[in-house]
């Protein structure tokens, strides 16, 4: 059985949404006997008096600070009922728990147990996930019925210290959940990528897109690009969803024939998200691409930037978005390549680097094909979607 914890968190209580996903999973196997739909049956009814609810109260407190008559005979009817009611969670709990085994028994077996996969638990509000876990440690606690658990646990301990306190002890109180705890490798990052090309539609969208001539290498400068430049800023994979998420609303947004550049357009996605006030400054029309350029300089040593094709495609491409337009505000950009392809000093694969990095930025200048900036941008940032005219 699968349990996403972080789609059903709406929930007041987890028990109830736990209960309405077993019970969906359970119809097939719970059908073919009577008496194990009849124990079901019990321990559904049994879990909904489990459900907590608030009991409101009304105190009445003298203006002296002492407490009136009134409050004291409410204080001792509330203990009364306080001490009914735990006697009664505590025999509900066993019933519930009888019943539960009831209905699992000789189906849910040693060799063949229930795993029920919990997954998302660390995404979930603080207070519902930690009265998740503790529902499954004192409800499910069934022989044959084993938890598996998926989460990140270092967040979830951020969820527990925010409930518990910041001085609280959250590994320790984990480790009461968890008997056996396994750290999972983390899956090869291009493998997701391509992956979520997949998912996304990324591949049919640049198969119809071949028939261009300079098209037709498109899905590979993206591919690559989004690689490299996941691997520079260490993206996590829940990054990596979000931020290709992103470029799918780009391309979404795209026409059939129309150039994407897809190595300036990863790196402008990811800056946004990294580092925001470096990427609004460098769409500023005043500003040159200096500061830009240097913040993609600090992402990688020398060696790796200049042994690298896609480096000297964004780094063009950084210059040509704003040289279309801004000849005057490039800065020393295309100089001190210049410079470099003139030193005697430079290694044969730093003029290399250079000589690709000039000739994309001066691409297709002449011709007003350039890089539009503001077309891009619009797009990233989902601008083409609300044309308001002005009336």
């Known amino acids: 059985m699968y349990f996403n914890a972080w789609e059903t ?13 077993i019970n969906s999973s359970f119809k097939d196997f719970l059908n073919k006997s009577g008496g194990k739909n009849k124990a079901w049956e ?8 489990l459900v907590k609810k608030g009991i409101p109260a009304l105190i009445k407190v003298g203006t002296s600070g002492i407490l009136d008559a009134e409050a004291v005979k409410f204080f001792e ?13 505590k025999s509900s709990i066993a019933e519930f728990k009888s019943n539960l085994s009831k209905a699992v028994e000789g189906v849910c077996t040693e060799k063949k147990p229930l795993i029920v996969f919990v997954d998302e638990l660390d995404r979930c509000r603080p ?14 606690d069934i022989e044959n019925i084993i938890f598996v658990l998926s989460l990140d646990k270092e967040q979830l301990s951020h969820s527990v210290k925010s409930v518990y306190g910041s001085d609280f002890e959250a590994t320790g109180y984990l480790r009461r959940f968890i008997d056996i705890e396994y750290s999972l490798k983390t899956p090869d990052i291009k493998s997701y990528i391509i992956f979520l090309f997949n ?13 261009f001539r300079e098209l037709q290498y498109e899905r590979k400068h993206l591919l690559d690009t989004f690689y490299l430049l996941a691997n520079a800023y260490k993206l996590t994979l829940r990054e990596v969803e979000q931020l290709l998420a992103r470029v799918n609303l780009v391309i979404k947004s795209t026409e059939r024939n129309p ?5 300036l357009l990863a790196f402008l996605i990811i800056t946004r998200e990294k580092n925001r006030a470096i990427y609004e400054r460098y769409l500023i029309n005043e500003n040159t691409p200096n500061e830009m350029i240097e913040h993609f300089y600090s992402l990688f040593s020398k060696t790796q930037r200049i042994l690298s094709h896609e480096c000297a495609l964004i780094e063009g491409f950084l210059i040509n978005a704003k040289f279309g ?3 005057s505000n490039i800065g020393d950009a295309i100089k001190i390549h210049e410079e470099t392809m003139k030193s005697e000093d430079a290694t044969n694969d730093e003029q290399k680097y250079s000589k690709k990095v000039i000739y994309i930025a001066n691409l297709s200048v ?17 601008l083409e979607q609300f044309n308001f005219d002005n009336t």
């Open 127 to 140: 207070t519902y996930a930690i009265e998740l876990l503790e529902r499954i440690k004192h409800l499910f």
């Open 259 to 263: 150039y994407i550049y897809p190595n």
């Open 366 to 382: 002449q011709e007003e094909s350039d890089v539009r900036l503001e077309s891009l941008v619009d797009r990233i940032e989902m």
């Open 199 to 211: 998912t996304f539609g990324f591949e049919s969208f640049f198969e119809e897109r071949t028939e």
């Open 9 to 21: 968190d709406f929930a007041d209580d987890p028990l109830l949404a736990f209960l309405g996903e």
């Open 77 to 89: 009817g509330l203990s009364k009922d306080a001490i009914k009611a735990y006697e009664h969670t």
């Open 325 to 327: 337009r801004y000849e």
């Open 42 to 49: 019990k321990t559904k009814k049994v879990g909904t008096h």
